[in-house]
């Protein structure tokens, strides 16, 4: 069985490639590289139903470019 912990994405950029990802380590906010920034997302109370199991709904909150 595996470890590692992950959870599902909802919002935010529609052509992100994963709405399945490892969280290391679980918490409030995961930043998602993406296209020359970084993709935010908070954690909810909300669960769901995937082919991976149940997992915890992170939502997205924000955009961050990185310098060019």
Do not use: C, N, Q
């Not at 935010?40 to 915890?56: A, C, I, N, Q, S």
């Amino acid at each position: 069985m595996s470890t590692v912990v992950k959870a599902v994405l909802e919002g935010g950029p529609k052509d992100m490639p994963a709405r399945i990802v490892p969280i290391t380590p679980p918490g409030i906010e995961l930043k998602v590289p993406f296209k020359g920034g970084y993709e935010h997302f908070k954690v909810t109370g909300k669960e769901k139903d995937t082919p991976e199991g149940r997992l915890r709904v992170y939502e997205w909150s924000s955009r961050t470019e990185l310098p060019k």
